[in-house]
């Protein structure tokens, strides 16, 4: 078999069926025709003929007929048909094409300003992201001697989740070590929360919550920050500041709570939620653009923000019976007041231009405070995230120390070894996960999306992540702006399950052959 009878096979499909099978379907559906419309018989023969083409499956001409090995099978996919490997079961819509890359390039451009930055001595990058483990992740398969039908098997189930959340920069841990010269440890899983000089946490998954993100709030993620990223971070490079990489999670994004409570932004905001905030700003009057149905011009209709009405005042505090109808001005429903979607837009608009300081998460006032930075990855792009390979390579090693009757305690030990090193029941030992081959691969992944970025669009980044052209056809921030806000693009949608975008270990569908990481993660991550 060549190269070309699989190309040919591909582009072509199955061959026709021989004129006898036709001609027995031509009787059949003759058969079932009776009694329809000849557009009914049309519709269903088309039907039929569909069906057959998905059901059958024609046996391989003979020159196709050969048994070819997985690696050989894997190198005419990925090298002569263009096909790569990858997760299929993505939670949640991507953006499309053109805003997914904007919002790629705008990544780019902040993460090789930061770069820059952190060239200058004054600051220090640090990447951080949130993981789990389960009690019983382990290897599903091994070496077994050839002809043995029954095998001791793996665990039945899952088991109890642990949840990490730590943070690294390119060449190491974020933590200090004990007298011994090991990662300290923290109390969680003991129930017991205290301010340490260590990035970890790892505690208990509640039960009964499947996506592990919902185990985070934003109370949480602060009092991490304040408590173990801070007081480590600080304790390792005094006098540097931090330019934090993490994602858009929304517990990563709390708002200023003096304005919005929890989980409330102007995109999910009631109306008279918004008008309070914009009173509580000092905002006096609005302006909301519309389209003139008449000479169809974009137009700005002005509102008052005046006084809070009794029964808006009622609804808001307490809810759930809705204001009075009779409502006029800024309160009247639309077409004569604003409609949510329309004050929500004036509302965001107005806050970033008279008081910013509204919008602002806890993070980014607590880090706008201390002069430090911050840089959102893009969303489904867990190969740009370093921390991501030291996800997979502390699971890997982890999951070949599981036993049957392991708990979690010794579960969040094994996972410790895996990212600090150790040494196994079986007397195996090891160093501390490769970091900096970590970011290396990262680095790697992101070089290659520059290379193909102007193949997307004229005037697209070249370069380097290190060494980057082409950023002033994007924006004309300053080269110290790592918050870039003169680039189109649309809001990020929630983070999905980073490992379960990624081929490697950490999920058991994505284990190769022998259940180890794949080959660049091993490289990454030894």
């Not at 001409?61 to 299929?88: D, F, K, N, W």
């Not at 790892?202 to 499947?210: E, Y």
């Amino acid at each position: 078999m060549t190269v070309a009878h699989v190309q040919r096979y591909m582009a072509n499909g199955p061959p026709e069926l021989p004129p006898q099978v036709k001609e027995k379907k031509k009787k059949k559906q003759k058969k079932k025709a009776k009694g329809r419309t000849p557009e009914e018989q049309a519709a269903a023969a088309a039907a039929e003929e569909e069906a057959a083409r998905a059901k059958e499956c024609p046996e391989l001409p003979a020159e196709l007929q050969c048994v070819i090995s997985r690696s050989s099978m894997r190198y005419i996919l990925i090298h002569h048909l263009g096909m790569e490997y990858r997760y299929t079961k993505k939670k949640g819509v991507l953006m499309n094409g053109a805003k997914r890359h904007t919002r790629i390039r705008k990544f780019m451009i902040e993460m090789n300003r930061a770069l820059e930055l952190e060239k200058t001595g004054d600051y220090v990058i640090v990447f951080t992201d949130e993981s789990y483990i389960h009690q019983n992740h382990s290897r599903l398969t091994s070496w077994v001697k050839r002809g043995t039908r029954e095998v001791e098997g793996g665990p039945s189930g899952k088991g109890k989740r642990l949840i990490i959340l730590h943070a690294i920069t390119r060449f190491g841990f974020i933590t200090t070590n004990d007298a011994d010269g090991y990662p300290i440890t923290e109390p969680a899983m003991e129930g017991t929360r205290d301010r340490r000089e260590t990035a970890e946490w790892v505690w208990q998954a509640k039960s009964g919550i499947k996506d592990y993100h919902d185990n985070m709030d934003g109370v949480g993620f602060e009092w991490w920050l304040e408590n173990r990223l801070i007081p480590a971070f600080e304790k390792l490079f005094p006098g540097k500041k931090m330019i934090l990489v993490m994602d858009n999670a929304s517990y990563h994004h709390q708002m200023n709570t003096a304005y919005y409570p929890e989980k409330k932004t102007p995109d999910n905001a009631t109306k008279a939620l918004n008008v309070h905030v914009l009173r509580e700003a000092g905002c006096t009057s609005i302006k909301v653009p519309r389209v003139d149905k008449t000479t169809g011009q974009a137009v700005l209709v002005n509102f008052e923000v005046g006084d809070e009405p009794a029964s808006v005042a009622a609804y808001r505090a307490a809810g759930p019976t809705p204001p009075a109808a009779d409502l006029t001005g800024i309160y009247a429903r639309f077409p004569t007041g604003p409609s949510s979607d329309e004050l929500a837009a004036a509302t965001t608009a107005w806050l970033k231009a008279n008081k910013p300081e509204v919008l602002d998460s806890k993070v980014e006032k607590a880090f706008r405070e201390r002069g430090w930075l911050i840089v959102w990855t893009p969303p489904y792009c867990p190969k740009f995230q370093p921390i991501e390979l030291v996800w997979g390579a502390g699971k890997q090693r982890a999951s070949g120390m599981y036993f049957p009757t392991r708990d979690l305690a010794t579960t969040r030990l094994h996972l410790r070894m895996g990212f600090y090193g150790g040494k196994d029941s079986q007397g195996a030992t090891w160093g501390p996960v490769n970091i900096a081959g970590c970011w290396a691969k990262a680095e790697k992944e992101m070089n290659k999306w520059i290379a193909v970025d102007k193949d997307h669009v004229d005037g697209g980044l070249t370069g380097t992540i290190t060494d980057l052209h082409g950023a002033e056809n994007w924006t004309t921030s300053g080269d110290d702006c790592l918050d870039i806000t003169d680039m189109e693009c649309p809001p990020d949608p929630e983070p999905v399950d980073a490992t379960a975008l990624q081929v490697g270990p950490g999920d058991e569908e994505n284990y190769s052959d022998d259940n180890e990481s794949s080959a660049e993660e091993q490289e990454a991550g030894k």
